[in-house]
């Protein structure tokens, strides 16, 4: 990993700050503003069992795919985690100033996304509603830390984690077959990618004010990329099912998040690096190459499972 100096790492804060109060002035002017209650099918809902004595939930109650229940699932268990994602940000990049109301107010939408889904889940009978709760406690006792070594590399991971937050909810939204649940999913998807819009044109600044920096810690977090659920408990299982069923994978994150970025931030096409940046471009080249082939061999692999998945329904 190639850090940008300590002394950058602490002053970039500073000369950033115009552009998070510009970048949050237009954000609050894009922004709508949504009920989570009014996207949960209220009249589809009835008691469990329990305190209230209702119907316990079985499988067969789902309407959804096992996919879908997977990446439903795991997309609201990251949701869960904001208190640490809160506690990440703020102490990164502080309370005060246009910094601190960016934080703040990005926790308060982020906050609208959990509510929503859990509700829709459990009116819908979609998942588990006890392993759900105790995926739940689990995730949020364990917290989340980024473990980004720098500001420039915590931005960085934040914009790609906005936006293949974006795709994954879009995804799931479009694969469970439900109107309700994908209009939700892409209400959601709609606040990610504000949020994404937010971290990729303020990291496009930290460029311009140091671009050896900037790329080596674009090139570091893309490198070693990997969502915040990684430690919800089944997720190699859940992702790998979430992949065959072509909701989100290494060839989706490649076309739809790490492309799209580094075109946008012309990370690959940039004339003033220098030796340390254009390692890391050469590094971020070599990297799209390992995810084509990667994606390929899983793309194989999907089929192959497909296949013997329709073979099994035959018999």
Known sequence: MTSPSPHLARDILTPLE????????????????WMPHSYVPWSAARDFD??????????????????????????????????????EIATRFGRDGAWGTW???????????????????????????????RCRMRQVAEGYSSDQPTVLHAIAYVTVQE????????????????PVGKLLASRIAADENLHMLFYRDLFADALELA?????????????GFQMPGTAIPGFQQRSLRI???????????REHVV??????????????LGPAGEAARD??????????????RFRELYERMEAVTLADARR
């Open 243 to 253: 992949a065959s069923a072509g909701i989100y994978h290494l060839g989706i994150h």
């Open 163 to 178: 936006l293949a937050t974006r795709e994954a909810h879009r995804n799931a939204g479009v694969a469970c077959g439900d």
């Open 50 to 87: 329990g305190p209230l004595g209702g119907e316990p939930w079985r499988p067969e109650q789902s309407p959804l795919p096992p996919a879908v229940r997977d990446a439903l699932l795991v997309n609201l268990l990251t949701e869960d985690n904001l208190p640490s994602y809160h506690f």
């Open 18 to 33: 115009p552009s998070v109060a510009r970048l949050l002035d237009r954000h609050l002017n894009a922004a709508q503003t």
């Open 211 to 223: 671009p050896d920096a900037a790329t080596a810690a674009l090139a570091d977090v893309v490198c």
């Open 259 to 272: 492309l799209p970025l580094l075109r946008s931030l012309r990370v690959m096409t940039r004339s003033d």
């Open 283 to 296: 590094r971020l080249g070599r990297h799209l190459d390992m995810l084509r082939a990667t994606a390929e």
């Open 103 to 133: 934080v703040h107010r990005w926790t308060a939408e982020e906050g609208r996304h959990a509510d929503a889904l859990r509700a829709y889940l459990h009116a819908t009978r979609a998942v588990d509603p006890v392993e759900l709760e």
